[in-house]
C-alpha cells in the first residue's frame, strides 16, 4: 500500500513558475514508477509526466516538454515536478501517481496509487 500527498500548488501569474511536491510512503517507494497527471474541469484527467525508479527514464507529455521537470529522491521518498513558464491552460488538479512497474507510461490506467491533487491556477 502506498499514499500519496501533493504540495506546492497556487495561484500563479502566467509566465511564472511552481514546483509541485508529492510525499509517499511504503519501504518500497524506490522501486515504483512515480507519475503524474492533471485534470481541468470538464475534462479527462492527462499525462503530465513520470520517472522511474532510478531516475533515468523520464517522460513527459508534448503539451510541457521544455517547460516541467520531474524528479524524485527515493532517500527522502519524495516526487516532485518543477514548472516553469507556465500558462493559462496549465490550470488543473494535479495528481501525483504510483505504478508497480519498473517501465515508465503515460495510461492512467497503468497507475495504482493516486493522492487527492493539489490545484494549480495560472492567471493570464
Known amino acids: 500500500q502506498v499514499q500519496l500527498v501533493e504540495s506546492g500548488g497556487g495561484l500563479v501569474q502566467a509566465g511564472g513558475s511552481l514546483r509541485l511536491s508529492c510525499a509517499a510512503s511504503g519501504r518500497t517507494f524506490s522501486t515504483y514508477v512515480m507519475g503524474w497527471f492533471r485534470q481541468a474541469p470538464g475534462k479527462e484527467r492527462e499525462f503530465v509526466a513520470a520517472?522511474?525508479?532510478?531516475?533515468?527514464?523520464?517522460q513527459s507529455a508534448d503539451s510541457v516538454k521544455g517547460r516541467f521537470t520531474i524528479s524524485r529522491d527515493n532517500a527522502k521518498n519524495m516526487v516532485y515536478l518543477q514548472m516553469n513558464s507556465l500558462k493559462p491552460e496549465d490550470t488543473a488538479v494535479y495528481y501525483c501517481?504510483?505504478?508497480?512497474?519498473?517501465?515508465?507510461?503515460?495510461?492512467?490506467?497503468?497507475?495504482?496509487?493516486w493522492g487527492q491533487g493539489t490545484q494549480v491556477t495560472v492567471s493570464s
Open positions: 520517472i522511474s525508479w532510478s531516475g533515468s527514464t523520464r
Open positions: 501517481t504510483a505504478r508497480v512497474s519498473p517501465v515508465t507510461s503515460s495510461r492512467k490506467l497503468d497507475y495504482r496509487y
